[in-house]
């Protein structure tokens, strides 16, 4: 009534062998595919890297943009001995200064 399956068949060893070689080649396809392309090859890290350096050069321009800032400050609370410069800031930003004009304090 049931016939019992030859698993000797030469049929299905051939596809056996076709199923698990075409298993086998995909798995490496997709493993090659993502070194090359995707997240575990070394293209992104250097991206990653990349970034880090322009972060770091905006930091440090950033930095010495605080500095002087800072300083500005710093020379402004004590107007009573930089009136030049209240006087070159506030002619600047007023419209009144050219930007070749030079200033000459006599302190």
Do not use: W
Not at 36 to 51: C, V, W
Not at 68 to 95: A, C, P, Y
């Amino acid at each position: 009534m049931y016939k019992k399956l030859n698993f000797k068949n030469n049929n299905y060893i051939f596809v056996r062998n076709i199923f698990f070689r075409t298993c086998v080649f995909f798995t490496g396809a997709y493993f090659i595919f993502h070194f090359i392309n995707g997240n575990i090859s070394l293209n992104p890290l250097e991206n990653k890297k990349d970034l880090v350096e322009q972060n770091l050069n905006i930091l440090d321009s950033k930095e010495k943009e605080l500095v002087f800032k800072e300083l500005l400050v710093s020379k402004i609370t004590n107007v009573q001995n930089n009136l030049d410069l209240l006087d070159e800031l506030t002619r600047s930003k007023l419209g009144y200064s050219s930007k070749d004009e030079i200033l000459i304090s006599l302190e």
